[in-house]
């Protein structure tokens, strides 16, 4: 008897412990700005509890902000904060003024983000990306950052699929439905998975951005994958 006491008083320990350490991840929308800044507009999810993971997360989407806002002489690269970068950024605009005085051009940058997707094994995040720096047209890249919810690192593409190639089979036909109605121009005998895959309540998200597999005018093409069919393939959200 008194054996069975201490087995159920271990079990509730157990039990106790493991919701302690399965802590949720949760997102605030943060804005970033610096003291100089006048063209430049952030509002990203970060997320805001003080673990490993948490800080993991943050990091990654941080780095996708001052990377997006490289530019010019001033390596952003080495920018140590977002703020640093957005101070770099407006200080290539003063020297591009600076140089071209006459110009009427007008910079600007804006990066957004959100949670598209939360589960006990994945977290989705996408990130949308929005420069011009005086162009014929402004730049506009859409990025999904997946990460491994218990660690906080992200998932390479290859690290999400089972059997990548089985996926790839499936996604080309989704791939055919999605644009068989359009007059898209790009070359429908090759395919590729595009570089931006993740989650969302619906299934899957393959999207590619401008440029990557078709001309300026075609645009950005992005098509779902239902759950139903994809999780034969997958690692992550299986169940």
Same mark, same amino acid.
């Given at each position: ?31 970033? $700005?610096?003291? *100089? ?38 390596? *952003? ?16 605009? $003063? ?38 720096? +005086? ?16 660690? +906080?690192?992200?998932?390479?593409? *290859? ?9 790839? $089979? ?32 619906? +299934? ?14 075609? +645009? ?20």
């Amino acid at each position: 008897m008194l054996k069975n006491k201490y087995l159920l008083i271990a079990c509730v320990f157990y039990m106790l412990f493991s919701c302690k350490t399965d802590v949720p991840i949760n997102f605030t929308e943060t804005n970033f $700005t610096s003291e *100089n800044n006048q063209i430049v507009e952030i509002n990203i999810p970060l997320a805001h509890a003080e673990s490993d993971v948490a800080k993991s997360i943050n990091a990654a989407i941080k780095n996708y902000v001052i990377k997006a806002l490289q530019i010019g002489e001033l390596n *952003n690269s080495t920018a140590k904060s977002v703020e640093e970068s957005i101070e770099n950024f407006n200080q290539e605009f $003063t020297n591009f003024i600076s140089d071209f005085p006459e110009s009427a051009q007008e910079w600007e940058a804006q990066i957004d983000g959100e949670v598209i997707f939360k589960a006990q094994d994945i977290i989705s995040v996408s990130l949308t990306a929005y420069t011009n720096t +005086g162009g014929a047209h402004g730049s506009l890249n859409i990025s999904f950052l997946n990460f491994d919810a218990a660690t +906080g690192k992200l998932i390479d593409n *290859n690290a999400l699929f089972s059997d990548i190639e089985g996926f790839k $089979t499936i996604a080309k036909k989704h791939f055919e439905t999605s644009i068989k109605d359009k007059d898209l121009l790009l070359d429908r005998e090759i395919f590729q998975l595009p570089e931006n895959i993740g989650y969302s309540d619906d +299934g899957i998200i393959l999207l590619y951005n401008t440029y990557e597999i078709a001309p300026y005018a075609t +645009g950005i093409i992005e098509f779902n994958i239902p759950f139903d069919d994809a999780k034969p393939y997958l690692v992550f959200n299986r169940f």
